[in-house]
């Protein structure tokens, strides 16, 4: 199994390229549904935010309202900390899991999208690390136009993260994502056919190895 880390700064495109490379076969394990799942209603991390940060967080029906307890730690590098320090552990728990049953299956290409792959330190689990990057002023335009994000809050967003130039030299492969679909998908054919190649070398490796 080839176990790829895919990232990229906000709005670059990373839903999209997970998406293209699910479409070709990829099993996909997807960070923010993972960051949802681990904080489910009755979870250990449920109630250790509730026991933080009180009821506020709550939706009417019980659930934990994500976009509420995002504002209330906005800035706040405390806070946001002592958040991460709850949910963190739960997701790397859950994508181990994911992981250990794909390969159980013995699923082939299983991408991970992690957007905070490089600041979380994650490379080392990974065979292979694939960047999405997109120009910062494209990236601003997906953020307020389509998005509707207003443009302050869309460039402290974009301030906030590890700048991609530092991103880019720590990929294996980058997607140059500014242009339209058609050619985000060749470039997705391109990159399929290398990981296609790199999972055959290694099985190859393997098989040499136990022979
Ligand atoms: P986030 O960091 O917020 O999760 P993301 O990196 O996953 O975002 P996407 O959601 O894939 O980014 O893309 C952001 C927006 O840009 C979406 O509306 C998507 O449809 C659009 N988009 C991405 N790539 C392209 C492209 N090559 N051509 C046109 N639109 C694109």
């Not at 991460?84 to 049953?101: G, K």
């Not at 960047?131 to 953020?143: S, T």
Request: glycine share 6%; aromatic share 2%.
């Amino acid at each position: 199994m080839l176990l790829v880390g895919l990232t990229g700064n906000i709005a670059s495109g990373k839903t999209t390229v997970a998406k293209l490379l699910e479409q070709r076969g990829a099993t996909l394990i997807d960070a923010d549904i993972l960051a949802r799942r681990a904080v489910d209603a009755g979870t250990p991390a449920y109630h250790a935010i509730l026991d933080r940060w009180g009821t506020e967080v709550l939706s009417p029906d019980g659930a934990l309202d994500r976009t509420a307890l995002r504002q209330l730690v906005f800035g706040e590098a405390d806070e946001i900390s002592a958040l991460n320090e709850i949910v963190h552990p739960e997701v790397a728990r859950l994508r181990e899991a994911l992981v250990s049953e794909a390969r159980a299956r013995g699923d082939r290409m299983v991408i991970c999208d992690i957007p905070l792959l490089f600041e979380k330190k994650l490379v080392d689990e990974f065979d292979l690390i694939i960047l999405v990057d997109a120009p910062r002023p494209l990236r601003m335009e997906r953020l307020t136009h389509d998005r509707g994000m207003h443009e302050t809050d869309a460039m402290d967003m974009i301030a906030a993260q590890m700048p991609s130039e530092l991103k880019r030299a720590r990929a294996d492969i980058i997607v140059e994502n500014g242009t339209g679909m058609d050619e985000l998908a060749s470039q997705v054919d391109e990159i399929w056919k290398r990981l296609e190649s790199e999972a055959m070398r290694r099985d190859s490796t393997r098989e040499r190895a136990i022979s």
